[in-house]
């Protein structure tokens, strides 16, 4: 069956302006994750989705990134203001449930690139 | 909180060698302990994971790695590399008894050379 996708693959910003990466999950699955991979801070958690509860945004680097997830599936991320130190891969993950033991797999990740 | 080490961040060795590479781990509960794989330019592959009972798991591509609560560790290992094995690897954690984000290690860079 289908994968996580996300688009854009790549994006390329000048710094000050509003981005929108998106993320589509498995099908089913009711947990939504977002992680950003930078050279310098390697792999970070920033938020997560669980069905209809409230996001857990507790790696949200600060007020300019925020994230909703329409009808429990696609989610967005969006960074308002972009720095150049917002650039990184951002991966987005899906799983079953939350909980430590169910997988979450791994979308192909957005590229992203402050000038 | 929980933090992942990895002690390695490149390993280079010469094709059909054995490999492992090193994960440590902090936390303060029961964990789950994950290894992921990231070829270049793509997402992460889940190889292995660790949720309770033998401490010796198998994943796939031939991987194994086994569980040390004492020493906190879930090395990864393979006894023969291919050229394909090249790639990043990520330790990663989630605690027991906790929303289930992944704090992940540095990773190690695995050069396979012929």
């Known amino acids: 069956g289908a994968g996580v996708s996300q688009s854009p693959s790549n994006k390329v910003t000048e710094k000050g302006k509003d981005v929108e990466l998106r993320c589509d999950p498995i099908?089913?699955?009711?947990?939504l994750y977002w992680y950003r991979q930078s050279l310098g801070q390697g792999l970070e958690f920033l938020i997560y989705?669980?069905?209809?509860?409230?996001?857990?945004k507790s790696g949200l680097p600060s007020d300019r990134f925020s994230a909703e997830r329409t009808g429990g599936s696609v989610s967005t991320l969006t960074i308002q203001r972009t720095q150049q130190e917002d650039s990184a891969v951002y991966l987005c993950?899906?799983?079953?449930?939350?909980?430590?033991?169910?997988?979450?797999?791994f979308g192909p990740g957005t590229r992203l690139t402050v000038t | 909180a929980q933090s992942v080490t990895q002690l390695d961040s490149q390993v280079p060795v010469f094709e059909e060698a054995p490999v492992e590479l090193r994960c440590n781990y902090s936390?303060?509960?029961?964990?789950?302990l994950f290894w992921y794989v990231q070829y270049p330019n793509q997402g992460l592959q889940l190889l292995l994971k660790?949720?309770?009972?033998?401490?010796l798991v198998k994943g796939i591509n031939g991987f194994e790695a086994e569980f040390n609560k004492s020493q906190t560790s879930f090395h990864l290992r393979k006894p023969s590399v291919h050229i394909s094995d090249t790639a990043e690897y990520f330790c990663?954690?989630?605690?027991?008894?906790?929303?289930?984000?992944?704090?992940f290690g540095g990773g190690t860079r695995l050069m396979v050379k012929p």
């Open positions: 993950a899906s799983s079953l449930q939350t909980g430590g033991r169910y997988e979450q797999y």
């Open positions: 099908s089913g699955h009711t947990a």
């Open positions: 990663a954690v989630s605690e027991g008894n906790a929303g289930n984000m992944l704090t």
């Open positions: 989705f669980q069905g209809n509860s409230a996001p857990d």
């Open positions: 936390s303060s509960v029961s964990v789950y």
């Open positions: 660790y949720l309770s009972g033998s401490t």
